[in-house]
């Protein structure tokens, strides 16, 4: 509930974000048809103080890409710090997820359709182990930071009625490559600062238009401790304004951050509105924002004042985002298999499928890794991909609203296309 959920990728390095990025565009757009889940589009800066800065993987992803020439970044609207160098950068049209109203929406489709939401006191326990004596033939695993404990007891050992198959299966057309159960990559978190202004006031620029930002200053003004430049953003959301942040890369044991540490000066906020506890926070988080605000609204705007005025205002906020700790693929989107049965006897196949290590990435990734996991369970089974859906059309369409109809034609679309490449 408190992601700025914008849908870009950061914090995340895989060989698939583009495509992922590209299928995950198709449902935000049908979604954004519905006025009622929050997802809206609008206009998103990545705004440098460096020239020439090399463009995105996702550039052909989004919607309306295109590099900002150097008299479009004079325009008012455009963040610009005080006395920086010359600037350089993109926009695009960039889906945008309120993301108290899109999460409730998102329970309420699971709902209608069908799914079921088990409260922790009824679930079965706190290991896949305890889930495989339910008895499912398919598992999806998106237990992130704690993947390593909830999948280590379902491994084999020599009283184990439990084989790991990580072989191709040759039963299909297309092989899934099974991976082993455990992932071979440590846990990594990105830790991240943010403020909650409680303000609804309207930010637009270029026709009108909502919009948001990434800045990034030079390394003088702020960065990460191996020295590298950090950024700030701007998310207005309907009920409040969402300003980061950092992305600090460690680990969060008994209670304890352990690894990188913010830079340069900190500043306390209240993190409830009572002020009983406080954060301390990157500055620039505060000042660059505050700086960038107010010069986008002419000075008509000013945070400073707004802090000075009622503190209460600005809530502090931190969150982890969780990676694996991989060369180039910190997201997990793969599967396993076990073979469960008594020795000599009858096996039974399970399988699982993971899908975790979304960084800050988790909103905009979402339905891309949903569906290739979609992908992988229809090579597995074999399933005749048209038959699977259309039966279910027709009582969908009664039952249903237009928008969930959409998503599913695009999900039946998207099947029946030929493979994307995974550049």
């Known amino acids: 509930m408190h992601a700025a959920a914008s849908v870009l ?20 757009q049908a979604l954004s048809f519905q006025a009622a889940c929050g997802v809206r589009s609008q ?35 455009v963040p610009r710090r005080s006395g920086a160098p010359a600037l350089s950068g993109w926009k695009f049209d960039a889906f945008f997820c309120e993301a108290p109203e899109y999460v409730r929406y998102l329970v309420e489709l699971y709902r209608r359709i069908g799914g079921e939401i088990v409260e922790p ?22 237990t992130g930071q704690q993947a390593g404990d909830f999948l280590a007891d379902a491994l084999p050992d020599l009283s184990s009625n439990l084989e790991v198959d990580d072989a191709p299966d040759a039963s299909v057309g297309e092989p899934v490559s099974f991976e082993p159960l455990l992932d071979p990559f440590p846990p990594k978190l990105i830790r991240g600062h943010y403020l909650r202004v409680d303000i609804k006031r309207i930010l637009t620029g270029d026709r009108e ?10 390394p003088a003004i702020y960065r990460t401790q191996s020295g590298a430049p950090a950024d700030v953003y701007c998310y207005p959301r309907s009920d409040a304004w969402i300003l980061g942040g950092s992305r600090q ?10 690894w990188e540490q913010t830079v340069g000066e900190e500043i306390a906020f209240p993190c409830d509105q009572r002020g ?40 502090a906020g931190v969150g982890y985002r969780f990676v694996r700790d991989a060369p180039k693929d910190s997201v997990r989107v793969s599967a396993s298999r076990l073979s469960v049965g008594p020795r000599g006897g009858t096996k039974r196949m399970n399988y699982v499928l993971h899908n975790y290590g979304h960084g800050g990435s988790g909103f905009t990734l979402s339905w891309g890794c949903a569906f290739n996991l979609l992908q992988m369970l229809d090579r597995i089974t074999g399933t005749d991909r048209e038959g699977s859906v259309a ?33």
């Open 9 to 28: 990728p950061h914090s995340v390095d895989s060989p698939r974000v583009k495509y992922w990025t590209t299928i995950s565009q198709r449902f935000f």
């Open 43 to 77: 206009t998103h800066y990545e705004i440098f103080e460096t020239v020439d800065e090399a463009g995105p993987v996702y550039a052909n992803s989004v919607d309306n890409f295109e590099f900002i020439r150097e008299r479009a970044l004079e325009q008012p609207w």
């Open 121 to 142: 006191p009824d679930l079965p326990g706190d290991s896949l182990r305890s889930y495989l004596a339910l008895n499912y033939d398919f598992y999806v695993n998106c």
């Open 209 to 218: 238009r909502f919009f948001s930002y990434n800045y990034k200053p030079v």
């Open 249 to 258: 890369e460690g680990t969060y044991s008994d209670g304890q951050w352990e």
């Open 276 to 315: 009983r506890t406080e954060l301390r926070v990157p500055a620039p988080v505060f000042e660059l924002n505050a700086d960038l605000l107010k010069h986008i609204t002419k000075e008509n705007f000013d945070l400073r004042e707004l802090r000075d005025g009622d503190p209460s205002l600005i809530l």
């Open 391 to 423: 039966p279910g059309r027709a009582k969908f369409v009664t039952e249903h609203s237009a928008t969930r109809m959409i998503l599913l034609d695009l999900t039946a679309h998207l099947l029946d296309e030929p493979p994307v490449e995974h550049d």
